[in-house]
C-alpha cells in the first residue's frame, strides 16, 4: 500500500521541487533533532550529525528536482532512512561498524495494523480537505498548518471581528470532521 502524504507534506514537496528556499529551512529544522539524536546516539558526535543530516537533506534535495521521483513516504521518514545508511557507511568505514543501529523509540516496534490504520486515515483527511471547499479550506491551513492568528485570518477574509472569523474557523472543522469520516468509512468499506 502506497504511504499517503499529509496535505501540507504535498505542498512542502511541491515547494521544494520549485527550490523555495523558506520551505527547505522550515524542512531542516523539523527534522534536524531526531536525525543528529540518532547519530549522537550512535557513537558519532553532534558536528557527525549534522553532516550526516546536511548530506541528507542535499539528497532529498537533489531527488525532488528530477520530475521521475516519486516521495512515497513522509519527508521525515526519507530523511531518517537516507540519514540511518549514510551513519551506517561511515561506521564501517571508520571500523567502528556493528550490524545494528538503535533507533529512536518511534521507530521501534512497528504495529503494521495501526501503520495500515493511520495511512487510510491520512488518505481520508487528504480527500475531505481537498473536497471541503473554500474558504474552509484556507482558513483551516492558515490556522492549522501555517499557525495564522485569527486576527490575520479576521483580516484576510473580510470578517468583521474575530469571533465571526472563530465561528466560521468552527463551522469549517464541523464540516471537515464530517467530510473525514465519510471519507473514512466509505474508504474502510471498499476495502472489506
Known amino acids: 500500500m502506497k504511504q499517503v502524504q499529509p496535505v501540507f507534506e504535498d505542498e512542502q514537496v511541491a515547494l521544494l521541487r520549485q527550490k ?8 531542516y529544522r523539523q527534522n ?5 539524536n540518532m547519530v549522537v546516539n550512535n ?3 553532534l558536528a557527525e550529525g549534522k553532516d550526516v543530516y546536511q548530506e541528507a537533506v542535499i539528497i532529498l534535495y537533489e531527488k525532488l528536482q528530477d520530475d521521475s521521483f516519486e516521495l512515497n513516504c513522509r519527508i521525515k521518514t526519507f530523511l531518517y532512512s537516507v540519514s ?3 551513519w551506517l557507511k561511515e561506521l564501517k568505514a571508520k571500523n567502528r561498524f556493528s550490524e545494528t543501529i538503535a533507533d529512536n523509540e518511534e521507530y521501534l516496534e512497528l504495529n503494521w495494523e495501526e501503520v495500515n ?4 486515515q491520512y488518505q481520508a483527511m487528504n480527500e475531505a480537505l ?10 483551516l491551513k492558515d490556522f492549522y ?3 495564522s492568528s485569527m486576527e490575520i485570518i479576521t483580516e484576510k477574509f473580510g470578517y468583521t471581528n474575530t469571533d465571526n472569523a ?7 472543522l464541523k464540516r471537515l470532521k464530517k467530510l473525514f469520516f465519510t471519507h473514512y468509512y466509505n474508504n474502510e468499506r471498499i476495502q472489506e
Open 20 to 27: 523555495d528556499e523558506q520551505t527547505l529551512k522550515a524542512v
Open 32 to 36: 534536524y533533532p531526531i536525525i543528529t
Open 43 to 45: 557513537g558519532g558526535s
Open 84 to 86: 540511518r545508511n549514510i
Open 117 to 120: 490504520q493511520v495511512e487510510d
Open 130 to 139: 481537498k473536497s471541503i471547499g473554500e474558504p474552509c479550506s484556507t482558513i
Open 145 to 147: 498548518i501555517n499557525k
Open 166 to 172: 472563530k465561528n466560521q474557523k468552527y463551522k469549517c
